[in-house]
């Protein structure tokens, strides 16, 4: 059991005396229904746009290394990116 089973049955045993094992089995359903369906929606996006999980990795190592400088400027900044180093925001419509 995760944190989140956990965090659920001592919320639902304490708040509403609900049996532990009533506690348990609610937590792992409503962790199986909110994590299933995004799951399965994932894997058939993947499935249709032809992406991999290999490709997935390298998608994200690429743009984990596109990004590092801007990242090392962030964490040297103290986490506050610099006004002269964020992308210029225009409004759109003008």
Known sequence: AGGFHAAFQ????SFYGAPVDAAVGAAVILHLASFG????LGLVLMIRTGLTFRGAVDLASSVSRDRTPELAQVESAGGVVPIDAADPVEPSGT
């Not at 001592?10 to 045993?13: R, Y």
């Not at 369906?37 to 399965?40: A, E, I, N, S």
């Open 10 to 13: 001592l919320a639902v045993t």
């Open 37 to 40: 369906p995004v799951t399965v």
